[in-house]
Nanobody, 122 residues
Framework: QVQLVESGGGLVQPGGSLRLSCAASGRIFRIYDMGWYRQPPGKQRELVASISDGDATNYADSVKGRFTISRDNAKKTVYLQMNSLKPEDTAVYYC????????????????WGQGTQVTVSS
């Protein structure tokens, strides 16, 4: 009933930039925290950045000063601007959103996108 669709991944040289987008659609009453996670090859999934519905942000130490997370509530979209990319940023990037589907239930569901590949290589 809820879909998160990521876009913007690809191949980029070290030092380059990419902007990821994730649009939510379906039965959505309210979106709370949104975030980006990544899973490097052979490693566990890790938090990259998150943003609350009050626009409070949180970043992994490894991306502070290089990545910026933002959201457009009217478009139900979260963005990740990635600058000064390094080979160690290579991973599948996943979008996450905590939301309520209806106004008459306080249950929040945890939703994931399908992932988008980011490869940083010369």
């Amino acid at each position: 009933q809820v879909q998160l669709v990521e876009s913007g991944g690809g191949l980029v040289q070290p030092g380059g930039s990419l902007r990821l987008s994730c649009a939510a659609s379906g039965r959505i009453f309210r979106i709370y925290d949104m975030g980006w996670y990544r899973q490097p090859p052979g490693k566990q999934r890790e938090l990259v950045a998150s943003i609350s519905d009050g626009d409070a942000t949180n970043y992994a130490d490894s991306v502070k000063g290089r990545f910026t997370i933002s959201r457009d509530n009217a478009k139900k979209t979260v963005y990740l601007q990635m600058n000064s990319l390094k080979p160690e940023d290579t991973a599948v990037y996943y979008c996450n959103a905590a939301l309520r589907s209806t106004p008459w239930s306080n249950v929040r569901s945890d939703n994931w996108g399908q992932g988008t590949q980011v490869t940083v290589s010369s």
